[in-house]
């Protein structure tokens, strides 16, 4: 028939599963019947010549998979992109695509060799011709999409598949006439799904279920109104039904065993030029470098996986090794990204690994000036415990007050010759203040040689790689965490202890208040219950009811800390309990007579309070925060939720030590990231016992060597 309908299809008279390329090729190696998928594919061919003209390539021996020619290139007009195949196994036909292509007059366009992109398989035109649909993940690369747009003078819309089960995206999407949708969302990444849903009203977008999606009935060939499939459940025919479309069902089984359907099997030729497109072309690309001992630390790996499960893609352009070992290595990395959204996600964790942009591609950082107090813009940055710079006026400036979840505030009116930057919590923010949004002129210093305190080398503390330490090693960490608590105390270092009630439960009451007297620690942060408990201990001899030397619950014990709360109270603090006499031992004592500062933050389950613990959250994290300025060592000891607010507000190159018996409370502390960290599971009141003991041999030494 006469149609202004095309479509170009291939005879399989060389057709056979001879490989396996995707996941439906597995198991069927020598299993397709030629007959049967002879037969299946003139079905195909009839019901759309009754509809639409249909032009034929000569099928080339050697080449099984040319039946499937939506994979043969993207047409639009006159104009056709040439698919770049990313197997070997199917490169064979890009010659005899480009030679018809260039037989029927179109002008061809060729992507570089190693640059994939496989046609229309993964680039579908929105029927009404608005814009492109582009798929990326598993046989094309993102970085195609840009030159798709440019060549075709398109806005592409790119989609990441997540599924390799659907490795083109016409086997999980196809957009049909009237602006409707039929696709499998669980196909898709979050991002991809939510650009659907912006573009697709609710009212068109068909999604359909796993079985139907198995069926492949999303590689459906739309002419007009007619849905051509392979096989549809009846519920998902009454749907198509409902929106105006009749589902004709002709079986592709034989073709499924090679991954493809009734739109692999066809490639429409006629596809008409939009001729004012919209919006944005092509995708957005920055260049950054990473410098340091790549290959031993894995950062290199680590920032490609963070690009390809953030939606990107990416392109090594260089790698120098470095020609020793301990020689530094270096990486230049084009990243590519759909749009800026889902590139500032990447940036924001590629700059948390030290990737910086090329000096050529820096910008200075974006500021936008606060309107209402404590709200920053929805794209501001969101600070780490790294130290950053951030690129003002032409100047790297490194951030002051570092920690993590904070804004980053640049003042105005700073002369240009010393511009400032500090992280301030969101809560703080004031009118007027200039905040950084997005992720440019931004970068992580992760060298901490410029502390403003002298810090040991590396290898003095190089047991506190990130990660958690079984009790195997409890020993070999608490002789090094005592040797650094004695070298830190001699040269005047500072040391706070997050401490949690298990330390007096567990019998380590003793052991922390000798170190808070020997002038080991220099802040102590916890909650109203550590105090508690401590107090009830020093004055009646028991923790939460239990004699602490006996091991067994006193009568009338239930009450204690009441009673040991109500005694603080009437004295008006824990310094007045102490100067009363009331107070006359146990750890809170030990800090008022040393002049060892402490913080109590309260919560709703706390007794009493204490007088001393603040029940304000916001006036307990300011103090918390204070306390911590300058800390060189955090000994962090069986409290989650403290240990974990500390662990947020300590920038990177403060070590930390968690001593915890859940091993899930050390591991969130190690998973902050911070290379100085490390979790000890083990019984909190064991490891003081044990540090207290090797200080004093460490002492013996000292003297002996006098």
């Known amino acids: 028939m006469t149609s202004s309908i095309r479509f170009l299809m291939c005879a399989p008279h060389h057709y056979e599963v001879d490989y396996v390329i995707n996941p439906w090729m597995e198991g069927n190696i020598h299993r397709s019947s030629l007959e049967t998928a002879q037969e299946q594919w003139q079905s195909l061919y ?412 590396t290898e003095e503390f190089s047991f506190m790689g990130s990660g958690v330490s079984s009790e195997r090693r409890v020993e070999l960490i608490v002789e090094q965490v005592a040797w650094d608590l004695r070298r830190l105390r001699d040269q005047g270092g500072k040391v706070a202890v997050v401490a949690g009630p298990v330390v007096i439960h567990t019998g380590g009451g003793d052991h922390l208040g000798r170190l808070i007297r020997e002038g080991y620690v220099q802040a102590l942060l916890g909650g109203n219950a550590i105090a508690v408990h401590d107090i009830e201990q020093a004055m009646l001899g028991t923790s939460l009811g239990v004699d602490m030397k006996q091991g067994t619950s006193v009568r009338g014990g239930h009450r204690h800390h009441l009673r040991a709360i109500n005694s603080i109270r009437r004295c008006g603090s824990i310094a007045n309990a102490v100067e009363q006499g009331v107070l006359t031992r146990g750890v809170l004592y030990e800090c008022v007579k040393h002049n060892v500062p402490f913080s109590l933050a309260g919560s709703i389950r706390d007794d009493g309070p204490l007088p001393d613990t603040k029940m304000d959250l916001l006036d307990a994290q300011a103090e918390y925060a204070h306390l911590i300025e300058g800390c060189d060592l955090i000994l962090m000891l069986s409290t989650m939720l403290h240990a974990i607010g500390v662990g947020n507000m300590t920038p990177s190159g403060v070590k930390m030590v968690c001593v915890d018996i859940n091993p899930a409370v050390v591991t969130k502390l190690a998973d902050r990231g911070s290379l100085e960290s490390t979790g000890v599971v083990t019984d909190v009141g064991l490891f003081l016992s044990l540090l207290v003991k090797q200080l004093d041999k460490l002492t013996q030494r000292h003297v002996m060597a006098q």
Not at 166 to 174: A, G, R, S, V
Not at 424 to 429: I, S, T, V, Y
């Open 46 to 457: 009839q019901i759309i010549a009754d509809r639409a003209d249909v032009d034929l390539v000569k099928p080339q021996q050697g080449w099984p998979d040319m039946v499937f020619t939506a994979n043969a290139g993207l047409i639009l007009g006159n104009q056709v992109v040439l698919s770049r195949f990313l197997h070997p196994e199917r490169q064979g036909e890009e010659p005899f695509f480009k030679e018809w292509f260039e037989a029927q007059g179109h002008q061809v366009f060729t992507l570089p060799p190693d640059l994939p992109f496989e046609g229309a398989g993964d680039a579908l035109l929105d029927r009404e011709g608005r814009w492109l649909w582009a798929g990326y993940g598993f046989r094309t690369e993102l970085d195609s999409h840009g030159l798709v747009a440019e060549w075709l003078n398109i806005e592409v819309l790119s989609l990441h598949l997540m599924d390799e089960r659907f490795y083109h995206l016409d086997t999980c999407f196809c957009p049909l006439t009237g602006g409707y949708l039929l696709y499998y969302p669980p196909a898709f990444d979050a991002y991809s799904n939510r650009l659907i849903e912006l573009r697709v009203p609710p009212e068109k977008r068909i999604a359909i279920d796993e079985p139907d999606a198995i069926n492949f009935a999303c590689n459906s060939v739309n002419i007009d109104r007619i849905v051509i499939m392979n096989k549809a459940s009846d519920e998902l025919k009454a749907r198509l039904a409902d929106a105006g479309f009749e589902v004709v069902e002709t079986p592709l089984t034989e073709f499924l065993k090679a991954g493809g359907a009734a739109k692999c099997l066809t490639l429409r030729v006629t596809e008409p030029l939009h001729p004012e497109p919209a919006g944005e072309k092509g995708i957005i690309a920055r260049t950054v470098t990473m410098t340091g001992h790549l290959l031993d630390s894995g950062l290199v790996s680590r920032a490609l996986d963070l690009v390809m499960e953030g939606g990107g893609s990416f392109q090594v352009l260089n790698f120098d090794l470095g020609e020793q070992r301990q020689s530094t290595s270096s990486a230049e990395i084009r990243v590519s990204a759909p749009d800026r959204e889902v590139m500032d996600e990447i940036m924001a964790q590629l700059i948390d690994l030290g990737a910086v942009a090329l000096p050529e591609e820096q910008q200075d950082a974006r500021l936008v000036t606060i309107t209402q107090a404590g709200v920053a813009p929805d794209d501001f940055y969101s600070s780490t415990i790294y130290p950053t710079e951030v690129r003002v006026r032409g100047q790297w400036v490194r951030v002051q007050g570092q920690r993590m979840d904070g804004v980053i505030v640049v003042p105005e009116g700073v002369s240009a010759s010393e511009p400032v930057a500090s992280c301030k919590l969101l809560r703080d923010l004031a009118v007027g203040d200039q905040v950084i949004v997005g992720y440019d002129g931004i970068r992580s210093v992760r060298s901490t040689k410029d502390r403003s305190r002298a810090a040991a080398p």
